[in-house]
Nanobody, 120 residues
């Protein structure tokens, strides 16, 4: 059984920074790749950024230059660093991870989400 949990959300002032974490636990060999999504009230879920297995990253235009994704392979964690946060970044942020299990199968998992609120 695999579990994916986000952490690190909260209230931050405009211009501030947050680092969200996504931790995978259970029957895991590795995290193959990960995407971070967000969804604001009344809006569709949108892709914020992704980290491919080869290390390449892609980001939503509105966060380009303000966001980065990194992976801690030893601890099965992935991070989304967001800087110079703006009120329009306020959303629930979700981790979507492709997990390689101990029996070498690949499965996709969503986390439960973590709220980020950018407000003064």
């Amino acid at each position: 059984q695999v579990k994916v949990v986000e952490d690190g959300g909260g209230l931050v002032q405009p211009g501030g920074s947050l680092r969200l974490s996504c931790t995978a636990s259970g029957n895991i060999r590795s995290i193959h790749s990960v995407s971070w999504y967000r969804q604001a009230p009344g809006k569709n879920r949108e892709l914020v950024g992704s980290l491919a297995n080869d290390g390449t990253t892609k980001f939503l235009d509105s966060v380009e230059g303000r966001a980065s994704i990194s992976k801690d392979n030893a601890n099965n964690k992935v991070y989304l660093q967001m800087n110079n946060l703006k009120p329009e970044d306020t959303s629930v942020y979700f981790c979507f991870a492709r997990i390689v299990t101990l029996d070498r199968y690949e499965w996709d998992y969503w986390g439960q989400g973590t709220q980020v609120t950018v407000s003064s």
